[in-house]
Every structure is written in structure tokens, then in C-alpha cells.
């Protein structure tokens, strides 16, 4: 299949994030959280899916609020800026909109679990978490003996989810990517899943990804689908195009305390719009330019000639 | 003598826990201030571990929300991914990392996932992020928390964070490799703990604070140290870095 991976983030969502599929996102951490991917989702109504992640921000806690999630598989699910995510804990407390299945890791051991994923093996073991209360209540954390020393090891289980959505500085058409800022658990995850969607904030000659082959993350072939999606992992940052929206997460916390205030704010910032053109209309053109970074800082070429 | 706020000690507690040339797994809010405050003092040449594959010796510029923010990306030592610092946090690599708290215990277990209080439903938390690989793992663990009667609980709820489990060698026991907590930071006092039982002392109350103000905001029979101290008050200097560090307050008011 060598054409064809270029498409709108409607398709791509459309094709590939069936109802009950396991999605890994937020794999950058605080960084390039693919929003714009989440909300499309939100629109499209999936239903039943599983969200794998080490932290998510406050993306897992709409798709939560929206009634689109069953379980999450992640190491912390809130607000980096306000701390609690109140429709993470609407649904767990009281079952709004729904019932929600917590599977509890700790920031490595999902990190490992994508990792075992990658590797092909059906497991890894980890010194991390012995004793606490999330190793105990987790059974894809189980406890093992090493079989050389004799030490008391967790083996993390392979995590190996249905998608992985990544957003990105750029790719080219085929979806060979260049990426750069930290990358938490980004490289495993596309790996260890079986399709990966990537949104990139600018489609590149592939001329320009081959120019620098150890900046290429993300080798095409691994990548189901290309999407061109310029503000992409707003309000999170993207190195070299904006930067974090802080207040943006100060007004998620104040305004969705409750439910009513949530379905407002998804009126406003999701179902009401058509699309992410339509959303930076919304965010206006003041805001997006305070977000722009206001120095240059390009690192040293590299050279590769011979 | 300079008026200071409770959180700025705070952060001036957390640097001093940070010795020159250290492996320092930093986290979020007051420990990264102390961090940073440690870096323009005492211990220029201290490194920044950071979960998100961040490796830091210059400072970052500006304030930080997060870790992933653009300036903790300008000018960092690597930019690596999670596996690469977590690896070398399981390897033993790091000096003393530090984590907040939602509640902590006599042992100072800590949880940050569900409260169970009496009577009532359940309150579902964030959850660990890196916190219990921090605990877990690093050769000294800091605490910083809020000292109140609810979070100082004579046994948490559930354990995010494994410290001393009930105490003496129960984290060898269970397979723990090394470390637990080393010190408990508060806006009241400083707790460490017996290197025997393991369990909490009260070694150090902040200026103005009295020890009974501590003990009744402690949610055990706390034990006091016989060599009680004062906690040292922030001097001009680290004020001064602090308030340079953090201009608005945004963290320390």
C-alpha cells in the first residue's frame, strides 16, 4: 500500500478508531497531546474505547466527559495545571455518563509494557512499584522471581494497543516523521500498536525528513495514516511553533466543575465546531500569535555528506 | 528581618536536600523551584532528571508549568525518552528525587490515587505518574506536602508511593532495592524518620510554628526528636534567587 496515507483527520478517525478500539495518546506527556485527533473523535461519538497513557492532561478527561471512554489504562489521568479531573472523577465516583474501568500503572511501567510491546516479548520485569497498592490491584503487574538472582521482580505486561495517535513537528506524505523535545514514551508506542495515525503540524518534502535521518523517530512504514494538522496539540506545546496555553487549562478547571458547566464547554470547544480551522476562529488570531515562540533557536546543522 | 512566605521556606528546605553534583529526579511546583534554587547556590553542578526524558544542567530561563514546557527544552543537556530516565533511576543513579502527596502515613507510605474517608464516597485522585517509580527507586525520597490533620493519617488508604510499608525492613521484604523516604517537608515542620522502626520524627518545626501545632495536625501520636530544632529561615540571597525564579508568586505566595 504505498499510496494513500495522506487524508483529513475525519478519515483517519473515521477508518481507524472503530468503537471499542484501545487508543495510546498523550505519549509526549505535557507536550504535543494530540487534541485536535481527541476532539474529532468526540464528534464522530466512538464509543467503548480503552485510552492508554502515562499522564493525558486533560484529554483523557474529555473523551471521559463526552461518554466516549470504558477504561483507561494510565499512570495519572487530571489536570497538569489545576490538578483534579473532574469528569475523571464524576465517572468514577458516580458513574457519569458512565461507569469507568481504572487499570492503574505507574508512569514506567506503562513506559515498560509499551516497550515489551515493541520488543515482541510478552512481558518485562521492573524493580518499580513492589509492595504498593497499585502493583496489588493490577494484574497485568504481577509478581515474579528473577530466574538468575533470585530477586523479587514485577513482570509488567505487554501493552498492545488497537492505535496510536502522535502528533508531530513534521512528516512527509509517506508518514516518516520528525520529531524533537522530549519524547516520553512516543517511540514505543507507535510499535507497539497495530495502526498510527500521525498528525503533524506541516506535511515536508520527504527530501527535507532525509536531510537528517536520526531526527526520523517515526519511519514511515510503521504509519497508517498522515494527516496535516497545523495547532494540532493545542492548548499543549509544540516545540518550535507555539507554546503551552497555561491559562486555557486554568479555564478548563474553573469551567467544568460540573457537568453542566462540562457540556457547555464542550459545546463551545468541540461539538460546536466543525473542525480545528474552526476552532482556532473560536481560540482568534490574538491568542494563537501570543503562543508563537519569540526567539529562534535552530540547532547546528548536522553534516552527512561523504 | 525579611518577611517570607511558608512555601518559600519550603522551597528553601527542598534545595538543601540537594548536595553538589547530585542525580536529582525533580518533579513538578515546589521541588522544581528548589531545584533551581540549588543550581544558583549551593550546588551549581547538581543534574535534573525529569520522567518526560528530560536531562537538564542549565537552568532553565524562565518559569515552568510543566516539564514539557519549550523552555525546559531550550538549552537541555538531552532530550532522551521515559525508558532512558527511568532506567537510570532503576539502575541506581539517582540521588534523591522528590514527590508531593495527597496523604502520607506513619510510615511514610504516600497516596495520591483514591481517599477513603470515613462515612463518605470515595475520592478518586490523579493517580502516580512517575511518583511511585520515584519512591520506589531513587536512593533518597523528599516529600513535600501540606501538613493537615486529614492528609497526616495514621494509615493511608492506599499506597501510590511505597515508604517504609509498616516499618523495619519491610521494604526489603518486598523486593524494594534501596532508598524511602529521607525527609518529609511541610508548611509546619520537617519530619525524618528512625533508622531503625522507620517510622516519623518530628526533627525541625519552622519559625513561629509551635510543636503542639504540629503534633495536632498530625493524625498519629507523632514522635519529637530529643534534638528538635528550628528550621533555618531563607537568607537575603535565596529570597532574592526565589523571587527572580518565581516573579509573580505564581508557586510560592
Not at chain 2, 132 to 150: N, W
Not at chain 2, 161 to 183: F, I, K, Q, T
Request: charged share 25%; aromatic share 6%; net charge neutral.
Amino acid at each position: 500500500m504505498p499510496m494513500g496515507k495522506r487524508m483529513t483527520l475525519t478519515e483517519a478517525i473515521e477508518r481507524f478508531v472503530p468503537d471499542g478500539a484501545s487508543i495510546v495518546m498523550g505519549t509526549a506527556m505535557e507536550a504535543l497531546i494530540p487534541f485536535a485527533a481527541g476532539h474529532e473523535i468526540i464528534r464522530q461519538k466512538k464509543r467503548d474505547l480503552t485510552l492508554i497513557g502515562p499522564i493525558s492532561d486533560i484529554l483523557f478527561d474529555q473523551l471521559i466527559g463526552a461518554g466516549c471512554v470504558k477504561k483507561v489504562v494510565a499512570a495519572w489521568v487530571g489536570n497538569v495545571s489545576g490538578g483534579s479531573a473532574y469528569n475523571l472523577r464524576r465517572a468514577v465516583e458516580e458513574g457519569t455518563p458512565q461507569p469507568l474501568e481504572m487499570e492503574d500503572h505507574t508512569n514506567f511501567t506503562i513506559a515498560l509494557g509499551l516497550h515489551a510491546a515493541a520488543l515482541g516479548v510478552p512481558y518485562l520485569p521492573a524493580r518499580t512499584a513492589l509492595g504498593s497498592d497499585i502493583q496489588r490491584g493490577n494484574d497485568h503487574l504481577r509478581s515474579t522471581i528473577c530466574p538468575y538472582t533470585g530477586d523479587r521482580l514485577i513482570a509488567v505486561r505487554a501493552i498492545e494497543p488497537d492505535v496510536a495517535i502522535v502528533h508531530v513537528q513534521r512528516a512527509d506524505e509517506m508518514g516518516n516523521c520528525h520529531l524533537w523535545g522530549n519524547l516520553g514514551v512516543t517511540i514505543d508506542a507507535v510499535r507497539a500498536s497495530r495502526r498510527v495515525i500521525i498528525t503533524a503540524e506541516e506535511i515536508v518534502p520527504a527530501d527535507v525528513i532525509l536531510s537528517d535521518p536520526n531526527r526520523t523517530l517515526i519511519p514511515g512504514f510503521l504509519v497508517t495514516a498522515v494527516v496535516e494538522q497545523p495547532w494540532g496539540a493545542h492548548p499543549s506545546p509544540v516545540v518550535g511553533y507555539y507554546n503551552r496555553d497555561n491559562d486555557y487549562f486554568h479555564e478548563y478547571h474553573r469551567e467544568t466543575k460540573t457537568r453542566e458547566q462540562f457540556h457547555r464547554w464542550l459545546q463551545r470547544w468541540v461539538l460546536g465546531v466543525r473542525d480545528r480551522s474552526h476552532y482556532l476562529e473560536r481560540l482568534g488570531p490574538d491568542r494563537c500569535a501570543a503562543l508563537r515562540p519569540r526567539r529562534k533557536a535552530p540547532s547546528a546543522p548536522a553534516e552527512f555528506g561523504y | 528581618m525579611t518577611t517570607y512566605t511558608l512555601r518559600e521556606l519550603m522551597v528553601v528546605a527542598a534545595a538543601r536536600q540537594i548536595a553538589d553534583e547530585q542525580v536529582v529526579f525533580v518533579g513538578m511546583r515546589l521541588p522544581l523551584l528548589g531545584f533551581l534554587l540549588a543550581k544558583r547556590t549551593h550546588a551549581p553542578r547538581a543534574i535534573g532528571l525529569y520522567e518526560n526524558g528530560v536531562i537538564r544542567e542549565i537552568p532553565s530561563a524562565e518559569m515552568l508549568y510543566t516539564m514539557s514546557d519549550p523552555p525546559n527544552i531550550y538549552r537541555a543537556t538531552s532530550c532522551a525518552d521515559m525508558l532512558t530516565v527511568m532506567g537510570l533511576l532503576q539502575q541506581g543513579r539517582v540521588d534523591v528525587g522528590f514527590i508531593g502527596g495527597a496523604e502520607i502515613d506513619r510510615f511514610g507510605n504516600l497516596n495520591t490515587t483514591v481517599v477513603h474517608a470515613d462515612g463518605r464516597r470515595p475520592i478518586r485522585l490523579p493517580g502516580s505518574g512517575g511518583a511511585c517509580d520515584i519512591a520506589s527507586l531513587a536512593h533518597r525520597l523528599i516529600a513535600i506536602m501540606a501538613h493537615e490533620k486529614r492528609r497526616f493519617r495514621e494509615r493511608v488508604s492506599y499506597v501510590t508511593s511505597p515508604g517504609y510499608g509498616e516499618g523495619g525492613d519491610w521494604r526489603s521484604a518486598v523486593g524494594l532495592p534501596r532508598g524511602g523516604p529521607s525527609v518529609v517537608i511541610t508548611d509546619k515542620a520537617i519530619l525524618e524518620f528512625d533508622p531503625v522502626t522507620k517510622e516519623a520524627v518530628l526533627s525541625s518545626v519552622h519559625p513561629g510554628i509551635g510543636v503542639d501545632d504540629v503534633l495536632a495536625h498530625t493524625g498519629w501520636p507523632l514522635r519529637v526528636a530529643d534534638d528538635l530544632t528550628e528550621t533555618l529561615p531563607p537568607t537575603e540571597e535565596e529570597l532574592r534567587i526565589i523571587r527572580d525564579l518565581d516573579p509573580q508568586g505564581f508557586w510560592t505566595r
